[in-house]
């Protein structure tokens, strides 16, 4: 029964740690953890997501990521524009800066994770992601 005690809590405990340290490599680059969050996730998701889908995958309340998203188009990285099939909502892109910013992003968070990861056994780490991808199925399906 203990390790179900502690292993919602090591979770996310190292997930934070782990955010922390990218953030921390990540600063020279002028962005907030919640700016370089949104630039990975139009990387993932694609260039055009709205806003709201923007804030689904990210994970906060759309009125939180306004905010984030005016900083990142006055620094050039993104800009909004109005979505062809609902003219009320607005499509999320990078502009080019937000894209190399965005391959800068990828090179310091791969370094970071050769780090953390190098001398584990690939196959544990396999079966670590299985674990938690089913995990993260699980907490969805709930």
Sequence with gaps: MHYFEEFGLLLSETAHTWRNRLDARLKPLGL????WLVLIHLDRHGDGLSQRELAEHIGVEGPSLVGVLDRLEAGGHIERRVMAHDRRAKGVYRTAQGMATTIEIRQIATQLRRELLNGFDPSRLAE????L???????NDL
């Excluded at 907030?32 to 700016?35: A, I, K, L, P, T």
């Excluded at 670590?128 to 674990?131: D, K, N, P, W, Y």
């Design 32 to 35: 907030s953890q919640s700016g």
């Design 128 to 131: 670590c992601m299985t674990l």
């Design 133 to 139: 991808q089913q995990l993260k199925q699980r907490a």
